[in-house]
């Protein structure tokens, strides 16, 4: 890591632009968790993956290249380069005082990345996510993001987010908001405006008149939706909401129920896709797919990466290379195949037939060669 070799794999993803990471996220029966109810997780991630800071723009530090960048941000945006800490030579070389304990003269070391947040890469992500969520019956689409401290990236992609929805899937969406407002109005008819504002905004009294009237047109423009909205009629529809990414990482845990599409950013994904596969198991089942759904380029690889030490010896879990492949005949539009993989890894599992990985944390299982387990799916199919 860090020797300046790029992936293929994420080669392959920008050179396609395959800007959805798809991470369907679900329990088998009987596989050993380390949470309560791992049957509470059923959750379908999608991660941007063609922007944020796996765009791969990046300058080591103590390059001419970093130090170039350096120099336009402290001319360009001289308030800006104050907040890099040990962007300059005395700050620098005041701390390596305090370490080396003599005068020191070192030459400022500060790796430089961009991170690029898109309208249209945020926007055509949180497209397909909803478009997935609608064809799928899903509940809720949840946009993650840390928008409370980077606004103007991960904040834009919220806002694209909420955008995308209304713009697009203004009859069949409703933000989780706009439910509180027509929720109000639900109980009762004669609740003004400002009253409702109230209900939504708890520090509404402390707020500044402008505040105030932000949050009472917020009110009124949703119940410009009464027709389409009122009466309840928002209830069944797919609710749009967010959520920061660190709460999130928490609330996956102790509120599992509350998720079930996300579409977020790229490190979120990527931090978040591989913390629910360890609730559900571990990434040893976990399936994904890298997917352009304009073009209809698409990926489908397992999530764990390479392990060489175990080539030839016919002893890991296939299930994220076999679930892969059930999604991959899923896309292709062979939903019975992709059916007949689904009940023969359910039946395998539920048999206790599995793996090592899976038969060192189950009572009474029975271990599994690779291609033997291969075998019990298929015979878990008919």
């Known amino acids: 890591m860090g020797g300046g070799i790029r992936s293929l794999n994420v080669a392959l993803r920008q050179i396609l632009d395959l800007y959805v990471c798809l991470r369907p996220v679900r329990w088998f029966q009987g596989v050993p968790s380390p949470v309560k109810k791992p049957q509470d997780v059923d959750m379908v991630i999608f991660?941007?993956?063609?922007?944020?800071i796996y765009a791969g723009i990046e300058f080591a530090a103590g390059t001419p290249e970093a130090a170039k960048v350096l120099a336009f941000i402290e001319k360009e945006f001289p308030k800006d380069y104050k907040k890099i800490r040990f962007a300059g030579k005395e700050a620098t070389n005041e701390w390596a005082r305090y370490f080396e304990k003599k005068d020191c003269d070192h030459p400022?070391?500060?790796?430089?990345?961009?991170?690029?947040?898109?309208?249209?890469?945020?926007g055509r992500l949180v497209h397909a996510a909803i478009k997935f969520a609608l064809e799928?019956?899903?509940?809720?689409?949840t946009l993650v993001h840390k928008g409370n401290i980077?606004?103007?990236?991960e904040?834009?992609?919220?806002?694209i987010g909420y955008a995308c929805a209304s713009h697009y899937f203004r009859n069949e969406t409703v933000t989780e908001r706009e439910s509180w407002i027509l929720g109000n109005k639900d109980s009762n008819k004669d609740l003004s405006p400002e009253a409702n504002a109230k209900m939504i905004d708890p520090g509404y009294d402390m707020m500044t008149p402008d505040q105030r009237k932000k949050v009472v047109a917020e009110v009124e423009t949703a119940?410009?939706?009464?027709?389409?909205?009122g009466d309840g009629k928002w209830k069944k529809l797919l609710l749009i909401k967010d959520t920061i990414a660190d709460i999130t990482l928490q609330q996956v845990l102790t509120r599992a129920k509350d998720f079930d599409v996300i579409a977020t950013m790229n490190l979120n994904g990527d931090y978040l896709s591989d913390a629910l596969a360890a609730q559900v198991g571990g990434i040893g089942i976990a399936p994904g797919a890298?997917?352009?759904y304009i073009t209809g380029h698409a990926i489908f690889e397992a999530t764990h990466g390479t392990a060489p030490k175990y080539a030839n010896l016919d002893q890991v879990n296939p299930g994220s290379v076999i679930l892969s492949g059930e999604m991959m005949l899923r896309y292709m539009g062979w939903k019975e195949a992709a059916d007949l993989i689904i009940k023969g890894m359910d039946g395998a599992i539920a048999a206790k037939t599995v793996t090592y990985d899976f038969h060192?944390?189950?009572?009474?299982a029975t271990k599994l060669k690779c291609g033997e387990f291969g075998d019990a799916i298929i015979k878990h199919m008919g």
């Open 47 to 52: 991660r941007e993956n063609t922007e944020d």
């Open 108 to 122: 400022p070391m500060v790796g430089i990345g961009i991170k690029p947040v898109s309208g249209i890469g945020s």
């Open 136 to 141: 799928s019956k899903r509940k809720s689409v």
């Open 150 to 153: 980077m606004k103007f990236t």
């Open 155 to 159: 904040g834009f992609f919220k806002d």
């Open 223 to 229: 119940l410009k939706l009464w027709p389409t909205h």
């Open 290 to 292: 890298n997917i352009n």
């Open 360 to 364: 060192r944390m189950m009572e009474g």
